[in-house]
């Protein structure tokens, strides 16, 4: 980072820039370019400084999921949910437009390796937050007759495996992402929810 660049930083709110420098970095380069020390060194602190704020570099990364997860569940309250079929369709393909706009971050976030479940609490609320809204979409496509009566949590297992595998293997390169892979995504949504309708309801 240029010294031009430095001098825009603020030292009075220290967590929020490295927040949001170490938040760049891993969109353009991955989370295994992110540093604290380096980070500190582009910003102009110490690295002490950046300590006080940040225990080590996974608690840092921790607080960019949160940001994704955060991201991602304001994305999906804001699908319309009166009609069930076009709401489950819909959150599939936020899922994968959100995995293609935000591809270094959404690994991040579902990246166990890296970040493990059970030792960042905020990470695992935020994770479950985003969850609950297709929980909740399934309950009440439930409760309408339009799904079959199964199992809740078979169900939101069955529907975010498809969602999440299918985000990742677009963001992997090995599915189309040209003009054509809304349309892929909504015709393999489709088939799970086809299998998955309520036969009264046909």
């Known amino acids: 980072m240029s010294a031009k660049a430095r ?12 927040h949001q420098l170490a938040l760049e970095t891993l969109r353009q380069h991955g989370d295994a370019a ?7 060194k582009d910003i102009g602190v110490s690295a002490p400084a950046l300590y006080r704020h940040f225990i080590d570099r996974e608690s840092l990364l921790a607080e960019l999921a949160v940001t994704g997860f955060e991201a991602l569940r304001e994305r999906l309250q804001a699908i319309d949910t009166s009609n069930p079929r076009q709401a489950l ?3 599939g393909l936020v ?14 976030m579902f990246g166990g390796r890296v970040l493990p479940r059970g030792i960042h609490p905020r990470l695992d609320a935020a994770g479950k937050g985003a969850f609950q809204v297709l929980e909740d979409t399934i309950a ?14 078979l169900m939101t297992a069955a529907a975010w495996s498809l969602v999440h595998g299918l985000s990742q ?10 003009e054509a892979e809304p349309q892929l995504a909504e015709g393999v949504l489709t088939l799970l929810l086809d299998g998955s309708r309520n036969s009264a309801q046909q």
Do not use: C, W
């Open 7 to 18: 001098m825009t930083y603020h030292h009075g709110d220290l967590p929020q820039q490295v």
């Open 169 to 178: 293997l677009t963001i992997d390169g090995h599915l189309p992402v040209a």
């Open 95 to 108: 899922y994968v437009s959100f995995a293609q706009d935000e591809p270094n971050l959404y690994r991040l």
């Open 140 to 153: 009440r496509a439930q409760q309408v007759g339009y799904l079959k009566p199964m199992p809740l949590a």
């Open 89 to 91: 369709i819909d959150i």
């Open 34 to 40: 992110i540093s604290l020390r380096a980070l500190a």
